[in-house]
């Protein structure tokens, strides 16, 4: 089945600094969407992307669709406590499903 | 307001027991999802039901249940048969309007069994 590949697995960055994030395909997407869940709780959605070469932004977060719709990109800038949790990317699998990738965990050191 | 409600935040059982973790939604959403997550992976989907009285496997459903008599709700029960259930349990919906849209979570149900 697809899988989605997300690079770094884990980040341990300063307060303030801006962090970057992306996810792989082996097969196109129609769709790639972003995820944030904090520690003991479900995935919040964060953005969602439509189109090749589509960039989203809300608020301090910009995500973007790749042109060749086989990856997309999530980046943080000047990150803040707040930030820490896991980061996962998102897209369909066949009509009905999402398959999602395993994660990126982000660390913050004031 | 509107969301996804699972219960019991924290569950404990004895090995050999069934349980069943609950799923309610009232944001009249037609598509709903259950999902484990183990430390350091990613989601894998357990079962998902695209409309009342009708639901499909997903990648691991081996040794779960699941029923959609309500639009609302969809319980999932952790047979006896699961190798190992101890997870991070995760329920979702969707409008299910559009073929690729977003999932909305609940905050999780944790499962220990001892």
């Known amino acids: 089945g697809q899988q989605l590949n997300q690079s770094p697995q884990s980040m341990f960055i300063q307060e303030g600094e801006d962090v970057s994030m992306n996810c792989t395909s082996s097969?196109?997407?129609?769709?790639w969407l972003w995820y944030k869940q904090d520690p003991g709780e479900g995935p919040v959605l964060l953005i969602a992307?439509?189109?090749?070469?589509e960039l989203t932004s809300n608020g301090r977060l910009t995500a973007q669709f790749g042109i060749t719709r086989k990856d997309s990109f999530l980046n943080i800038s000047a990150s803040i406590p707040s930030d820490v949790g896991i980061y996962f990317c998102?897209?369909?699998?066949?009509?009905?499903?999402?398959?999602f990738g395993q994660g990126t965990r982000l660390t913050i050191n004031p | 307001d509107g969301g996804i409600t699972q219960s019991p935040k924290y569950l404990f059982r004895k090995e050999g027991q069934n349980v069943t973790l609950s799923c309610e939604q009232n944001?009249?959403?037609?598509?709903m999802y259950w999902y484990r997550q183990d430390p350091g992976q990613g989601l894998r989907l357990i079962y998902y039901?695209?409309?009342?009285?009708?639901?499909q496997k997903g990648d691991i459903a081996e040794g779960y249940s699941v029923s959609r008599e309500k639009k609302e709700s969809f319980p999932l029960t952790v047979t006896s048969a699961q190798k190992n259930p101890t997870a991070f349990y995760l329920c979702?919906?969707?409008?299910?309007?559009?073929?690729?849209?977003?999932?909305?979570f609940g905050p999780g149900t944790r499962l220990t069994v001892l």
């Open positions: 979702a919906s969707s409008p299910g309007q559009r073929l690729y849209e977003e999932q909305f």
């Open positions: 097969s196109i997407f129609n769709t």
């Open positions: 992307l439509y189109k090749a070469g």
């Open positions: 998102a897209g369909p699998q066949g009509a009905q499903k999402l398959v």
């Open positions: 944001l009249n959403h037609d598509a």
């Open positions: 039901s695209q409309i009342v009285n009708d639901f």
